[in-house]
């Protein structure tokens, strides 16, 4: 069949991939999704670094750290030095109680000059939810099947665009406003407007922009109130519930192989409060380095995988365990025991491993303070992918 | 909320110029333009978070590339946050599927049965015309690694299936 192959020689591949290439459409760039997730994640690496810097000089004081901050408070941003700042002003329109042609929300953004009218709207037909501005593109952001599953007071689901951040939530019939309390200190009121069988509000922001804090209400009665970890928020606690305590822990720090040559340092915090929990990476390589999830989003069996890594040369690991564990302890053949601490926070162990590709892990267990084995199993750790 | 706008300007200044180019490449290591999106998008994240580094780096381009191929390896890991990614709208990802045809699938589902190394070698060597010394530094092994791996996956390719068939598309 040789004489059949249309490449046989690196240009004749070439030529072909220049023809492909040449086919693709390719969407602008997500500028602002970027932008968001760059900086919330290089301040998930500034808290990574400083927390490891106060661990490895003896000083921990992160019980003082987290006392220092307000119950009623976002995390406190990191200090950083700007030359010019960006300055937006965000308006919500207040619209009819039912939603005309599906659009439930919509406002304005304007920065520098520019205003940009932007519109959250459902479509029965599709069943799905758009996001967009006047005289630019329409972007899907959702479900109405998926986001309509109402649990609680408000199911909250965030959204980014070209060039905005924001969210949109199906909330109970109960709730007639909702108080954002932006980075910048804005304070915008969302009124619910029914369409498709659902009460829904939503908003966008400008770049930069995240809430802080929001509050649902009911006429003048506060049902319910969210603080964001930078903006993500993934539950609403009741009035007067204060959430998790508010800390800051390493769960695990050491080295691991990037490649055949070199290593690299690696550390794992996990920022309590009434956000709930979220996991930053520093150092780890091949992956997203932060995750977040609510209390009830916290399983225990055993160990529950949220963070896997470079296949390659080995696994960055973070598990959850149940409280009373201390320590797990890995059996790998041919190889010393590998002991990992398990770390409590606010009621939960969480521990950050890494293994090499080439451990051959034959069991685990997990141990109490005493040593005492309180359960394990064969082989590796079984992962438990994170439902989201 | 205060952003220094001048480092702003300048990553997406650098983004733009960039996004078709690394779409390509990640569309090169999965087939799939949502997946070469995603990838991109997840590269230029951290490119944004360590912006500081990689602009004094002496090839931004390699920073990402790298980001790119080892995120790639570890498609199959868990979400970062429960957020739903809009970064494209859908309407054209449809598109791209209804236009999924032809040449570019054949040679796509060519590409996509080589082994991740090997695809990874073909794309950045013939496909991003990178030299072999700039290929085995993004995928941090030896030159001759490269080139094993490069004459392996050109063999491969020759035999393939879909490009055999495919033979009438390259004459057009």
């Known amino acids: 069949m040789e004489w059949a192959m249309p490449i046989d020689d690196e240009l004749a591949i070439r030529e072909r991939f220049e023809r492909v290439l040449s086919q693709l459409q390719i969407g602008p760039p997500p500028v602002t999704t970027v932008l968001r997730k760059g900086i919330v994640m290089r301040i998930g690496q500034r808290i990574a ?26 995390p406190a941003q990191p200090v950083s030095h700007h030359h010019r700042p960006v300055v937006f002003t965000d308006r919500i329109m207040k619209l009819s109680p039912v939603a005309r042609d599906g659009v439930f929300a919509e406002g304005s953004v304007a920065s520098e000059g520019r205003t940009s009218v932007w519109r959250i709207w459902l479509n029965s037909r599709t069943g799905k939810v758009y996001e967009g501005t006047v005289g630019s593109y329409r972007w899907t952001v959702g479900n109405i099947e998926r986001s309509g599953h109402l649990s609680g007071i408000a199911t909250i689901q965030s959204t980014n665009i070209e060039g905005f951040g ?112 979220c996991l930053t990476w520093n150092g780890a390589s091949a992956s997203d380095s932060q995750y977040c999830f609510s209390p009830a989003q916290v399983e225990v069996p055993g160990i529950k995988v949220v963070e896997r890594t470079s296949p390659r040369f080995g696994h960055y690991l973070v598990g959850t365990a149940k409280p009373s564990v201390a320590d797990l302890k890995l ?40 040593g005492q084995e309180l359960y394990g199993g064969a082989g590796a750790p079984h992962v438990t992918r994170p439902s989201g | 909320v205060a952003v220094d706008a001048a480092v702003v300007d300048e990553f997406t200044e650098f983004m733009v110029a960039r996004w078709p180019a690394l779409v390509r490449f990640g569309y090169g290591l999965t087939g799939d333009l949502g997946l070469a999106e995603d990838l991109a998008q997840i590269a230029l994240v951290r490119a944004c978070a360590s912006w500081h580094r990689v602009r004094r780096a002496h090839d931004p381009d390699s920073y990402v590339r790298k980001i790119m191929i080892n995120s790639n390896r570890n498609r199959f890991r868990g979400r970062r946050v429960p957020e739903h990614l809009t970064g494209s709208p859908p309407e054209l990802a449809a598109t791209d599927q209804i236009e999924a045809s032809g040449e570019r699938a054949e040679l796509m589902a060519a590409l996509m049965s080589l082994p991740a190394g090997q695809r990874a070698v073909v794309v950045l060597r013939y496909w991003m015309d990178l030299s072999e010394a700039a290929t085995a530094e993004a995928l941090g092994c030896s030159v001759g690694n490269v080139k094993s791996q490069g004459a392996r996956a050109l063999a491969k390719l020759r035999l393939s299936a879909e490009l055999v068939d495919g033979v009438g598309h390259a004459d057009r």
């Open chain 1, 49 to 74: 670094v400083g927390v490891t810097a106060v661990t490895v000089a003896g000083a921990a004081a992160i019980a003082g750290i987290s006392l220092a901050h307000s119950h009623q408070s976002s």
């Open chain 1, 166 to 277: 924001g969210s949109y939530a199906v909330v109970s019939p109960k709730v007639t406003s909702i108080v954002l309390y932006l980075s910048d200190h804005e304070r915008l009121t969302e009124y619910p407007v029914a369409a498709d069988g659902h009460h829904w509000v939503g908003e966008l922001t400008g770049l930069g922009l995240y809430v802080t804090r929001e509050v649902a209400y009911s006429g003048r009665t506060e049902l319910g109130y969210a603080v964001t970890y930078y903006g993500y928020s993934m539950y609403l606690l009741r009035p007067g519930e204060r959430g998790l305590a508010r800390q800051l822990k390493t769960i695990g720090s050491g080295y691991m192989p990037m490649n055949a040559r070199r290593y690299r340092g690696w550390s794992a915090v996990v920022h309590a409060g009434p956000w709930g929990y």
């Open chain 1, 331 to 370: 059996k790998i053949a041919g190889r010393p025991d590998v002991v990992i601490p398990v770390v409590d926070v606010d009621g939960v162990g969480f521990c950050a491993f890494t293994t090499e590709h080439y451990w051959d892990i034959e069991s685990w267990a997990a141990y109490d303070r005493a």
